[in-house]
């Protein structure tokens, strides 16, 4: 089967331990972003590891994504925890896999994050709506890891909506003291950097069920993969981790969400995927650039997306990211009430004065 090639990136048909072996270069890949199949307790179309083998399966894996990563680039792993057979206590297996990662190919924890479906369905049924005894399963972890303590990054790609308290503290004030916690509120938290920094916390609803890709499917005969997650996901990695034309590498493609949502933001790709049939899928996603129908958040949980500020079009506005990951300390003393630090522009305004922008797949 030949690859499938559009105009930044390809989809190989091949297994990624084979591929990167072979055709990938040392050093030359700045974001490895994917969702390797889960140790789960039942065995599924696209192939699961059991969770007493996933470490020692995934490690050769591990020293290929080491090799072929820049020193700036990173590795963003979603993952999903699994139940014990039988019993309802948790496998570790996850958090196996990150200190092996860590601790033996000597891989740097840059931060956890903890991707919650607000829409998951109440599993395990046994323990959950059974015998009443858990609570569902309903969030990820998502492992960001590096070679350096200083990939690049930058947290202003990401920014969401001011609460309404602090467009108010912003623009009436408030008394800078010492608070009885010891922290210091300094005058410094008035100013305006265009958006809050968003927590670890990513609350993307998993509920696509009529987008392009899976009537592109069903018009075609084809089964879509049964583990998709959503295009926000990696959509916030890619825009904090990576600069226009920087490549992205998805070991385990599955319907190629990864691909589509850098073939948009303008980054180089290659997505592997062994099933043909998912390829097939996959395919559709780049036929159109149809908007994913991913539901809407619910005012009740006051979580934002975190695409919320992001604009609709491939190109960023903002200067490419540091190369020395954040070692030198910004310059602060040159930065405005709108929040532009040493003639940068790419701090937007805030969410009280600007309407809230698309993103990619609104």
């Not at 690859?3 to 990624?16: E, L, N, S």
């Amino acid at each position: 089967m030949e690859d499938f090639i559009t105009r930044h990136g390809r989809i190989v048909h091949q297994d990624a331990l084979e591929y990167m072996r072979s055709s990938i270069e040392d050093n030359s890949i700045d974001l490895i972003f994917t969702s390797p199949p889960f140790a789960l307790l039942r065995k599924k179309d696209y192939g699961n590891v059991e969770e007493d083998k996933y470490v020692a399966w995934f490690k050769e894996f591990a020293h290929e994504f080491y090799r072929v990563l820049k020193p700036t680039g990173s590795l963003v792993i979603d993952i999903g925890g699994t139940w014990k057979p039988g019993q309802p206590t948790r496998s570790l297996y996850h958090f196996e896999l990150l200190i092996m990662l860590c601790r033996q190919v000597q891989f740097h924890l840059a931060q956890e994050f903890y991707w919650w479906n607000p829409s998951k369905l109440p599993t395990p049924a046994e323990w959950v709506n059974v015998r009443r005894i858990r609570v569902k399963d309903a969030v990820n972890c998502v492992f960001w890891l590096s070679k350096t303590p200083w990939p690049k990054a930058s947290n202003r790609r990401v920014l969401v909506p001011y609460s309404d308290s602090m467009l108010d503290l912003i623009e009436n004030g408030y008394q800078a003291k010492l608070r009885p916690s010891g922290h210091d509120i300094s005058d410094k938290f008035q100013r305006d950097n265009g958006g809050a920094i968003p927590p670890n916390l990513l609350a993307i609803p998993n509920t696509e069920s009529n987008s392009y890709y899976l009537r592109y499917c069903k018009e075609h005969d084809i089964k879509p993969h049964p583990a998709r997650f959503p295009s926000r996901l990696p959509e916030l990695f890619v825009r904090m981790l990576t600069d226009a034309g920087d490549t992205v590498f998805d070991p385990f493609g599955g319907s190629c969400v990864t691909g589509e949502v850098c073939e948009l933001l303008e980054r180089s790709w290659i997505c592997c995927e062994t099933v043909p049939e998912y390829i097939e899928g996959a395919k559709g996603r780049f036929v159109s650039f149809a908007a994913e129908n991913e539901g809407n958040e619910s005012d009740h949980y006051k979580i934002y997306s975190p695409s919320v500020l992001w604009n609709g079009s491939g190109t960023e506005d903002y200067d490419a990211l540091s190369v020395d990951g954040g070692q030198k300390r910004p310059d602060l003393s040159n930065t405005n009430a709108v929040g532009k630090l040493n003639g940068d522009e790419s701090v937007r305004q805030p969410s009280k004065t600007r309407p809230k922008q698309p993103t990619l797949f609104d």
